[in-house]
């Protein structure tokens, strides 16, 4: 199974509680996927500055002194904040590749979850109300942000296997369903430079869609390039810096719906993650095409 | 009328109670609210009451109905009305995969557009689509009637048994052994009878449609055996 959660705001002033409303739509997919659960949020950009979430099973020790640590590999100022097995560090934009590159000298147990202007990523095993609760994401802002509760099937149930996944610069991408191909997929993507933490099929399909903008294919591009490269069941949901897409594969077994006010679009495996979203009763709730691409963008 | 409010008191008091009327002749009309796109609404019904639903609906909303009346005031969720008996649900919105699979009689009226897998393998149920269809729709459908007055998605009817197809729109692939066939005059009866009977009838004409049904290829057909279907 697997459920999926999205919103994208139009509305600024719904900024503040993107991270609330996100919650609620999480928790109510829980029975689609009591495994484990990740949350990618993106924030407002601040210029020049970038952000490195990482994770440690052993948080205490790694993250002690991690900001002075990292701040001194890369010479600049490094500031962070912990929370639970998760560090949100910000560092100059310029510095952001040198610090993942340092981090795997300082820190060889701590994993990235996401890199990039705005994104940040927490994910665990456990249930979505206190994986949720763990990170605080209730009181979190932000301008779009992505969910997912996972029923694991291609691989272990583990805190690298629980989506999100992201495998490029503020990029992440969720997914329902399961891929037949994503063996060989990984096998070519690893020939052109691409890296893997897991062993997971997903994560073949983030990089996929990685890669292709890597080549310069925009958004909509990569991800009408999976409904022909990839095999398998899915329902994609990817996140940018700039917004968010939707594609389904053309069996669509995987369920999905939409929602769309003048104040947000939101993305929900069910109709009832999101009945509590303000105005749902007005909104145009459609349920996604077959093999079509969707996505917004500011 | 009796109101129901689904978040305050539950799904399962909700389906113990409706299943309560059975054989009962009064408490006939019903409203369920808050259904915030709950699963297994109104499911397994066996009495003639009309339920109204006042909202969407999740997964398998009046699954196996016998004689109710069910109606949803928004959309639903998929496999609504799966293996339906008898009975009437009518959907105001738009219905998600699988909408009247499997189902053995009664008749279904989707007033929006219906996704992938409408009626697939239906039994004898008559569904009546005032939209769209998705693909795969009929897959293996074995008998009653499916009316579609807007168009089809891919492979409509594959692999189809003894079902009679209606669609006024286009049809955008027929799957295997599905095949067009002359609309005679028992069909066009057939047709005025559902349009009516599927709230459709100041929508579309009979004369409007076009009729599919197997090529009976794939499948061991004898012309013994046509009283069965």
Redesign the interface.
């Known amino acids: 199974m697997c459920g999926i959660v999205g919103l994208f705001l139009k509305d600024p002033k719904l900024e503040p509680q993107l991270g609330a409303l996100l919650t609620d739509m999480l928790i109510t997919m829980t029975d689609r996927g009591p495994d484990s659960a990740g949350i990618a949020i993106y924030g407002r950009p601040e210029k020049g500055r970038a952000k490195l979430t990482v994770q440690s099973a052993d948080p205490d020790v790694d993250f002690a002194t991690l900001t002075d640590d990292l701040g001194r590999a890369i010479a600049a100022k490094v500031t962070g904040h912990v929370k639970d097995t998760h560090m949100v560090l910000e560092l100059p934009e310029d510095r952001l590749d040198a610090a993942r590159h340092a981090m795997r000298g300082l820190r060889p147990m701590a994993k990235v979850m996401s890199a990039g202007e705005g994104i940040e990523i927490y994910k665990e095993v456990g249930l979505p109300k206190d994986v949720a609760a763990r990170f605080e994401v209730a009181r979190m802002s932000g301008t779009h942000g992505i969910g997912h509760t996972r029923m694991a099937t291609e691989s272990a149930v583990t805190t690298m296997g629980a989506h999100p996944f992201s495998t490029g610069s503020d990029q992440c991408l969720v997914h329902n369903g399961s891929l037949s191909n994503h063996n060989s997929v990984r096998r070519v993507l690893k020939q052109a430079g691409m890296t893997f933490e897991t062993e997971n099929d997903t994560e073949v399909a983030a990089a996929f869609i990685s890669h292709k903008l890597q080549e310069g294919a925009k958004l909509g591009e990569a991800m009408e390039a999976t409904l022909t490269d990839l095999d398998g069941f899915f329902t994609f949901v990817v996140g940018t810096k700039n917004g968010f897409g939707v594609v389904r594969d053309p069996i669509a077994c995987k369920p999905a719906v939409m929602a769309e006010t003048d104040q947000y679009v939101a993305f929900g495996s069910e109709y009832r993650a999101m009945v509590n979203l303000p105005g749902i009763d007005n909104a145009r709730v459609w349920e996604p095409e077959p093999a079509t691409v969707y996505f917004w963008e500011r | 009328m009796q109101t129901f409010d689904l978040t305050a008191q539950g799904l399962r008091a909700l389906n113990s109670t409706l299943h309560g009327l059975k054989g009962q002749t009064n408490m006939t009309a019903w409203e369920i609210i808050n259904p915030?796109?709950?699963h297994a609404i109104a499911v397994g019904l066996d009495a003639p009451v009309d339920v109204t639903v006042r909202g969407?609906t999740?997964?398998y909303c009046a699954g196996m109905n016998k004689q109710a009346t069910v109606r949803v005031k928004g959309?639903a969720?998929?496999g609504v009305a799966e293996n339906m008996m008898s009975g009437t649900v009518i959907i105001d919105?738009?219905a998600?995969?699988y909408a009247g699979a499997t189902g053995r009689g009664g008749l279904l009226v989707i007033k929006g557009n219906a996704?992938?897998r409408c009626g697939i393998s239906m039994k004898g149920i008559d569904i009546v689509v005032h939209g769209n269809i998705?693909?795969m729709s009929a897959f293996m459908a074995q008998s009653g009637n499916m009316v579609v007055l807007g168009d089809a998605g891919e492979a409509l009817g594959d692999s189809l048994y003894e079902a009679r197809l209606f669609v006024r729109g286009s049809v955008k692939s027929l799957g295997a052994d599905c095949v067009e066939k002359e609309m005679r005059p028992e069909h066009l009866a057939i047709l005025a009878d559902l349009l009516k009977r599927g709230e459709a009838d100041h929508l579309a004409k009979p004369e409007e449609f076009k009729r599919y049904g197997s090529a009976r290829k794939l499948y061991t057909f004898n012309i013994d055996n046509a009283s069965s279907y």
Request: proline share 6%; hydrophobic share 5%; no cysteine.
């Open positions: 915030k796109g709950a969407s999740g997964y959309s969720g998929p919105g738009d998600s995969q996704s992938s998705g693909h």
